[in-house]
Structures are given as C-alpha cells and as structure tokens.
C-alpha cells in the first residue's frame, strides 16, 4: 500500500492541534537511552522511568551494574517489570558495549549514518527493532517511527498499515512517511492511542481525526447496535 501524502499531513495537522507541539519527550545520552528503552518493554513510562532511576541510585557506575549478581540488579529494576530477563539483558548489553568501544559510551554513533547505527544497535543482545528506533529517534536525532502498541493500534485503525506485525508495520511506516512527518506522526499516535484511541474501544465520538479514519464508523454502529 501506498501512503497518501495529504492526508498524512492532515492526519498530523489534527493531532498538533489538539494535543500541541509533537515533539520527542527526552534527549539522553545513547547508552542512558538505550538502558531506559530496554526497561520500558511491556511496562508503562512512569514504572520505567523508576526503574532507571533506581537501577541508577544503585548502582553510580555502568561498571557496578555489570559486576553485582544479576538477581541484585532485577531487584533494583522489579518496578519495571520482567525484572529477570531484563537485568541479564542490561548486563549483556553493557559487557557487548565495553567489549566493543572499550568503554560504556557509544556517542560515536552520533557521527554515523542511519544504516550504520542500525546495524550496530541491532546487533546488541536483545536490542530489537523498536529499541533501536527509540535510541535512534530519542537519542540521535534521527528521523524514525518506533511502534509500540499505541502507535501499532492507531496506525491500523486509521488505515496507515494493514494488519500485520509491529515490527512490519515500523518497517512499513518508516519506508513511507515523510521525514518531517515522522517524529510528530509518532509523538502523536502515542498521545491518542493513550487518551483516545484506546483498546478495546476507542472514543470515536470525541477524535479529532474521526473524519480521516475508516475503522470510526464502524466503531460508533456497533457500539450502537442492540445487543441480542
């Protein structure tokens, strides 16, 4: 399918005017970035938000991370959830980075082009796709549209992506949205998908975008049908 590029930017339009400035939430360091994006799996902003603050309260140092035994590190992060797979995760990630830069940083990625960083983002341990978008978007500056179950939801109903995977549809998106349309259709998606456009049904009746999407009616009749 083939994204038309009027309605994109009206889609966009709608959704700054209701929701204001669309804009990336935070700008941190890549490694910061790349920690906290891994704590936010299948977890809410404010529980991964406290997960890193925690994880870092105890442990100053990306060295005293990778040195505690993991189950000390999952009960540093248990607000985040899946707190066992994701300290190991963190742990690998961490010794992958100082194997390969000789150091806990990767600013250098900052000087690379899109593909480039893709592939090494990617190529860490349990670094899939919409974490290397969120590092990419958050961290780097770079034009992406990470797809979390907001935008993956709201993306579909509007017609933007059929139904697929979330990481087809990343691929989906990222391939035929505009740059300059990517980071504001992403902070967007996310906000209505929060407020509006919610599972298992959405508020068509108060959505700024109901006239530009084709799932809507059909929200609103069945919602409207006697129920037999």
Known sequence: MTLDGRRLRAIVRRLEKRYGALETPRSLDV??????????QH????NSDRAFGLLREAYPSWDGVVAAPWQE?????????????KARRIQAILREVLEREGRYDLERLSA??????????????GV???TVAVVMGFALGRETI?????????ATRLGLVPRTSAE?????LEEQVPDALKTPLHVGLIRHGREICKAPLPRCEECTVFELCPSGPGFLSARDSPRR
Do not use: F, M, W
Not at 43 to 46: A, H, N, V
Not at 168 to 172: G, H, I, N, S, V
């Open 31 to 40: 490694l910061d970035e790349l920690i906290l994006t891994v704590l936010s």
């Open 43 to 46: 977890t809410s902003d404010l």
């Open 73 to 85: 590190v999952a009960e540093a992060i248990r607000s985040g959830g899946l707190a066992n797979t």
């Open 112 to 125: 690379g082009g899109d593909a480039e960083v893709r592939e090494y983002l990617g190529s860490l341990p």
């Open 128 to 130: 899939g796709p919409k």
């Open 146 to 154: 990470p797809v979390d179950t907001h935008v993956h939801r709201v």
């Open 168 to 172: 087809r549809a990343q691929r989906l």
